[in-house]
């Protein structure tokens, strides 16, 4: 008999009001199309909390990896990650297969693949030169710190899971990932 399949997803896939405030919105004509195949083929879906929402508020600037790595953060993210390995674990228990944790390409928090780096911080008011600090934000091929701390724990108990980036910039990738598992 098929197992039944579960999928876990970043928060912001689901929920976009969640993500840093834009003065405009990003085009996302896709997500539709990526909701659609998982309803389609009747995969479960559990949705993870935002660290960034929780720990930051609605009001955060966008930040880069390094702000977000510190230790506080990093136990939160551990927290907050706990009652999703519950689940996952129970579903497994009980014959269900889940197909992939799904993060997002380059978020200094949920990339599992690409994340944003740069020499970001203090005081924006006192920065003679803010253009060059922007300059310095880039993408990197590591893991957001959540990422890594979910990484961590999978490990600990372990836990194999497919892992795969929610790339906006190229859903058809995503989704051909995607179809590849479900
Ligand atoms: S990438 Fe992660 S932390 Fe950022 S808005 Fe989405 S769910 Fe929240």
Known sequence: MN???????SHCILND???VKK???DPNPDVLSFIQ???END??????????????GLNRWGHVKEQYDHP???????????PILDQIIEYSANNYEVVALVGIYGSPTCGIYRTCSGKWGGELGSNPDIKSTISTVTGIEES????????KILEENNIELKMIDFNKEDMNETIEKIKELI
């Open 3 to 9: 197992k039944e399949k579960i999928i876990i997803l």
């Open 17 to 19: 009001k969640s993500k």
């Open 23 to 25: 003065i405009e919105k």
């Open 37 to 39: 195949l998982l309803i």
């Open 43 to 56: 995969i479960g879906i559990v949705q993870m909390p935002c660290p960034e929402l929780i720990c930051y």
């Open 72 to 82: 506080h953060y990093r136990k939160m993210c551990r927290k907050l990650f706990l």
């Open 144 to 151: 957001g710190v959540f990422m890594e701390e979910i990484q």
